[in-house]
């Protein structure tokens, strides 16, 4: 499968979990869209330590994701690793607790990601099971869009 | 450390996840429980009132590492409720994609969680230093098993292209040839990691259980069979509930199971120890060379046994392909056929019928993930509604024989220090790679 590994939009998230499938109703919305040459938009889903062999080659990848960061509920902010700090387990017994933060930090120990993702996080107000958003974080899509399509043009 | 108490708590979305509380007493286990919550009810709760179509896209969120394996079990379920038999090509593509999930996780298992265990460190990131060369080689088989669920699937993660009775999209030849070039050219990677761990020092513990595990006579089980056990004898998979045992305990929201002894285990090892003579050639040499044989009741061998099966799959994938390029794929009739009441009427396999027969159908499912075996059970009502749902997933079977390996770990390792018991506990409970609030990736932040 060849691609054009330019940029990488990765969604993430469990749409059955409420606002926690924000990342991926993002790419589904960007997949509508008439994405520039090069731009390549999908679903990580929950796939954790799998997320390293989805980034591989890209030059830049922009990850869309649920985050808890204290603000109020529909709170897009645009961050890098560098200005955050994960939450993660110390010891992880099981794949399925390995987080982004895990991955991200053992791609660019390994130098298979490119070095600085950018990290689009969106407030949840409501991360439980069913399907369909919150207003404030349906809201939040449009500007989702706009930041990820200013960091196309920027790159 | 005589006296005391080992709390081994993960942070995670929800309280009471995956932790393992120890309380000693001169040198004896006063108490010891591993607690984790059940994962998948809420889904059995989602799929009731949906149609049966809906069942395997809904499912494979369960699980963002075994979707493949959870969209194909719950295939099983539904079509054995509706009672309809796919073609000889469906289940082989079925066989064929299931194998990209089996390389896809005993790699990130065995590479980035065990391998640091082996090699005396705390996580992966160091060795992305010390073993750059190996990892870059794990990173390329697990790319390859991307590169094959994608084709298949049509997505890495969460397979769409997988329906009722079919698929939506057929590989090409070409696309199945570049696929076995690809298998092809990863043994050598696999081989060397098979160099590495026969090197490696696997902490030497056996507690003797029992091993269930799905088993053919033709062929290596991973996706059907019977539910075999080393202790003897099958049991076919509609009947799962008389071999199969669910149970509460007070401390744990998970049901726990048993069998014919108090525990017993499922997973790359039970798959081993049930059904080792019908593994590839490839296959069985990782295996001498890592020195692992039947039957092995060191569940920390675990990890070995996902490393010989990766070596399977790799090598039973170019099979599988060498066998759907002889057949040559062609477009099938996905219409379902139901069978029974007053003759045969069809249904689009995409869409709620509303012509099956009157009554309530039940139909159960039943494939080996990477974790182990995986039941879902339906009961679907005559207009296609889902009326009831049973999943049974491997770590909810493990969980007993889990707790029982920790009470006879802990005694063997009662003499080291608090700090060198804890990581013994861990190792054991990654050796099983048990599933943990996996249905959701939640980021946690604070911004420095």
Redesign the interface.
Known sequence: MKREKRVLILGLGNPLLGDEGIGVRVVEELKRLELPEGVTAIEGGTAGLGLIGLMEGFQRVIIVDAADMGHPPGRVVRFTPLEAQFRTAAAPLSLHQIGLGEVLALAEALEVAPAEPIIIGIQPSRVEEGTGLSPEVQGAIPQIIRIILDELDAS | MKDGKIN?H????VEGH?NIVVDLKEGAVKELFWEIPEAPR??E??VRGRSYADAPH?TS?I???C?IGHTIASLQGIEAALGVQPSEQTVLLRKLILHAETV??HT??VF??AAPDFLGV????PL??TH?EP??KA?RL??L???WS??LGG????PINMVVNGWTRLPTPDELRALRQHITEAIPDLEAWVGIFKTLDIPDFERETEYLALQRDDEYAFYDGAIASTDGGTTPVPQYREKIHEFVVPYSTAKHTNAARESFMVGALARFNNNYQKLSPLARWAAEEMGLKPVCYNPFMNNVAQLVEVAHCLEDGVRIINELLAMGLKEEDRSIEIKGGTGPSTAPSTAPSTSLRAGLRTGVGATEVPRGLLIHEYTVDDSGTITGANFIIPTNMNHNNIERDLKALVPTVVDKSQEDITLAL?ML??AY????????????????
């Open positions: 081994v993960y942070v995670t979305r995956g809420f889904f709760a989602m809904i969120r699980c963002g590492i979707s896809q996780s990130l298992h980035y969680l705390n996580s992966v990131i992305a230093t750059k990892l870059l990173i697990h790319r098993a991307n590169e994608d084709l997505r890495t993660t969460h861990e409970v990654r790679d048990p599933c943990i609030s996996c249905s959701t990736h939640l980021l946690n932040v604070e911004f420095v």
